[in-house]
């Protein structure tokens, strides 16, 4: 198993206060994963369970990952954000109530630099042989704000990977190339139904890829 260091958890945890989101969700999975997997950011069950994609999006990727012979076990799965993003709405009850309610939001640009000294030692420490990007979140945090996930979903991308320069104050590119294979977040099948044959063909791909290797 791999585990960023305490300290930089610690720093990770600074860098994200003041900020509107809760908890601390640490990536999880092998140090020689068959390949790593960059989400978006925990949802309400993740910060209670303190493992990423245990909630409603995490059966859909489960399945996904079934569908090629695979278990979390074999996957590093970590996310751009390891916190919480939320807002708070109001929330109408069928007796007439009105309650105030925390519901997921994307992160943003600022939260995500917060936590991207994170992702870039796990993807320095773990080397990982191919990365899958989930959704446009992880997809533009790795490669930049000009792809998108709905014309490059189900390819394979050899490509440098965006680190943040504290000192520069912005992203800067890896010398060496990764592997990325974009594909759509697992909730996205949630508000966009037809998306589901798109997700699917792409695992389809994905396990393909990893066969021929
Ligand atoms: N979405 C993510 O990106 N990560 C999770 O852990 C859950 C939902």
Known sequence: MYRISEELAELGRKRIEGFPVEGFVYGS????????????????????????????????????????????EDVYITSAV????????EKKERDGTVTER??????TK???????????AEIRDIKPPLIVTLGNVGLQRLTGPKSKVTELHGTLLETPVRQWNEEAGKYIET???YYVFPTFHPASVFY???VREWLQEDWKRLGQLLDRK
């Open 29 to 72: 999975g092998p140090s020689k994963p068959v390949f790593m997997m960059v989400g978006e950011a925990p949802g309400e069950t993740e910060v209670h369970s303190n493992i990423p994609f245990t909630g409603r999006a995490g059966k859909e990727l489960m399945a996904s990952l079934q569908s090629i012979g695979l278990t979390r």
């Open 175 to 177: 010398e060496e190339n």
């Open 82 to 89: 390891r916190s919480r993003p939320y807002r708070w709405e």
């Open 192 to 194: 966009n139904p037809p």
């Open 110 to 120: 600022k939260e995500i630099i917060a936590h991207a000294p994170i992702l870039d």
């Open 102 to 107: 925390k519901y997921n939001r994307p992160p």
